[in-house]
């Protein structure tokens, strides 16, 4: 079946540059789905960061969109993110997931904590 | 952008029925059928339980059912069991080609 791991720092000082990475197994990021981002700050809500879909087109939060890269490794099946000047606001349980309106499939998470 | 407005929390007995309602606007939840609803227990992964207003995603129980009437989606579970102690956020597809989730609802079985 098909499973996403993020990998990513764990810890970072203010001012960084954030980059995860998703590892998708048993499916193609080249085959046909949307590939997303969302993350959830400790105690709150869900908030999405955005999507991107195998022909590189990307979709991203309003919010965040000034931060915010999205890209595809098709040769590692690999998708990523970079978010910009970070900020203690940005620590959260990061997530990646395959879709975009609807996201089926998650990965469990990364935990990324920024903090001086 | 807004977050969507869920109840803070909902309860209900167990085999009793219940309905959580997501609000937005036009630009969201009442223009496009693109509403998803997602269950996470404490410490866990969110799990997609409704896509597109009603559709269920293979291998959840028909218990759970979604729908939209103009800016108001809602899901309604049925048979309310323990097991469906959980939080729940609801999403919908934005004029901006973005998403946004509610704020989330705390379901508690009495």
């Known amino acids: 079946q098909v499973q996403l791991q993020e990998s990513g720092p764990g810890r970072m000082k203010p001012a960084e540059t954030l980059s995860l990475t998703c590892t998708v197994s048993g499916s193609s990021v080249s085959s046909g789905f949307y590939w997303g981002w969302i993350r959830q700050p400790p105690g709150k809500g869900l908030e999405w960061i955005g999507s991107?879909?195998?022909?590189?087109?990307?979709y991203y939060s309003p919010s965040l969109k000034s931060r915010v890269t999205f890209s595809l490794d098709t040769s590692k099946n690999q998708f990523s993110l970079k978010l910009t000047s970070v900020t203690a606001a940005d620590t959260a349980v990061y997530y990646c997931?395959?879709?975009?309106?609807?996201?089926?499939?998650w990965g469990k998470g990364t935990t990324v904590t920024v903090s001086s | 952008q807004s977050a969507l407005t869920q109840p803070a929390s909902v309860s209900g007995s167990p085999g009793q029925s219940i309905t959580i309602s997501c609000t937005g606007s036009s630009g969201d939840v009442g223009g496009y059928n693109f509403v998803s609803w997602y269950r996470q227990h404490p410490g866990k992964v969110p799990q997609l339980m409704i896509y597109d207003v009603s559709k269920r995603p293979s291998g959840i129980s028909n218990r759970f059912s979604g729908s939209k009437s103009g800016n108001t989606a809602s899901l309604t579970i049925s048979g309310l069991q323990a097991e469906d102690e959980a939080d729940y956020y609801c999403?919908?597809?934005?004029?901006?080609?973005?998403?946004?989730f509610g704020g989330g609802t705390k379901l508690t079985v009495l």
């Open positions: 999403s919908s597809y934005t004029s901006s080609s973005s998403v946004v």
């Open positions: 997931a395959r879709g975009y309106s609807s996201l089926d499939v």
């Open positions: 991107i879909f195998q022909t590189g087109s990307t």
